[in-house]
Nanobody
Framework: QVQLVESGGGLVQAGGSLRLSCAAS????????MGWFRQAPGKEREFVAT????????YYADSVKGRFTISRDNAKNTVYLQMNSLKPEDTAVYYC???????????????????WGQGTQVTVSS
């Protein structure tokens, strides 16, 4: 059973920045794509960003492209989400997730991810 623990959420003013972290217990972390998703109250969970097992392959939702950056440190079994120029509409619970299959191209489909963290709240005030 893989455990994913997110941290770094909080309250920030519009235009501010936050960096989310997600630490994984998986020893083979480096062989799995990782993703970030978010869910706002009353809305469905939506894709934010993903990074392949081979560092360098990243994909972003159009709504965050140019503002958010996903990265990973395989030595620390950790994936990050740097969020800049935050907007009130970015307010949500943010979840990290590990892809189902190793050595695979990352996907924006949440059904392709097997393990999920507990989530961390990000609130952006206007």
């Amino acid at each position: 059973q893989v455990q994913l623990v997110e941290s770094g959420g909080g309250l920030v003013q519009a235009g501010g920045s936050l960096r989310l972290s997600c630490a994984a217990s998986e020893r083979t972390f480096s062989t799995y794509a990782m993703g970030w998703f978010r869910q706002a109250p009353g809305k469905e969970r939506e894709f934010v960003a993903t990074i392949g097992w081979s560092v360098g392959t990243t994909y972003y939702a159009d709504s965050v492209k140019g503002r958010f950056t996903i990265s990973r440190d395989n030595a620390k079994n950790t994936v990050y989400l740097q969020m800049n120029s935050l907007k009130p509409e970015d307010t949500a619970v943010y979840y990290c997730a590990q892809y189902k299959l190793p050595l695979s191209t990352p996907s924006s489909d949440y059904a392709a991810y097997r393990y999920w963290g507990q989530g961390t709240q990000v609130t952006v005030s206007s």
